[in-house]
Each structure stands twice: as structure tokens, then as C-alpha cells.
């Protein structure tokens, strides 16, 4: 049960920091730049929050705790990929609006 709680953790957070960097691209699009730079902190944030369930899920298995490999899980690590991914393209392209 705890696994299942570390990976929804994972799921909702990365969901969350890629959802706040979407809105960071829009808030840029729109001239809004602060409002830019706050959603980039939030999707850190979030994205910090879904790595620490990341790595405690890392440390258990270095433990010897042996989590199954499920559809589940693949999908929270899609996530977190997705969301970082996001999150570094938002700020290149916040940077671009900056720049203008």
C-alpha cells in the first residue's frame, strides 16, 4: 500500500509541475512574465515534491525492498519525464518572450 502512495505522490505532483508549466508558456505568450516566473516556481516545486517520492521508491529498492514494476509505476515515470522535460522547454521559451 505504501508503493501505491509514493507512485499516486509521483503521478499527481509531476502532473501538477507540468500543468504550471503550460501555464508559464501562456502567461509568457500573453506578456505576463512575472506571472510566468511564478508558475516556473510552482512547477518546480511540484516537480521537486514527485522526485522525492521518486527517490524514496530508489532508496527502499536499494534496501532490498523490492517494488513490482507495473503499469502503474511506468506511467508515474512517463509523468515525471514529461513534466521535466516541460519544465525546461517553458523556460527556454520564457526566456525567448523576455528577449523580445
Same mark, same amino acid.
Given at each position: ?14 502532473? +501538477? /509541475?507540468?500543468? @504550471?508549466?503550460? !501555464? *508559464? ?8 512574465? =512575472? ?6 516556481? +510552482? /512547477?518546480?516545486? @511540484?516537480?521537486? !515534491? *514527485? ?8 532508496? =527502499? ?14 506511467? *508515474? ?24
Amino acid at each position: 500500500m505504501e508503493n501505491e502512495v509514493q507512485i499516486i505522490n509521483l503521478i499527481v505532483n509531476a502532473g +501538477s /509541475a507540468r500543468s @504550471s508549466a503550460v !501555464e *508559464a508558456m501562456q502567461f509568457a505568450k500573453a506578456g505576463d512574465l =512575472a506571472a510566468a516566473d511564478a508558475s516556473i516556481k +510552482s /512547477a518546480e516545486e @511540484s516537480v521537486n !515534491e *514527485a522526485h522525492h517520492a521518486q527517490t524514496e521508491m530508489i532508496q =527502499a529498492e536499494i534496501r532490498g525492498e523490492k517494488a513490482p514494476l507495473n503499469l502503474l509505476m511506468v506511467h *508515474a515515470q512517463d509523468h515525471l519525464m514529461t513534466s521535466l522535460l516541460c519544465i525546461d522547454i517553458a523556460k527556454e521559451i520564457i526566456d525567448i518572450y523576455r528577449n523580445k
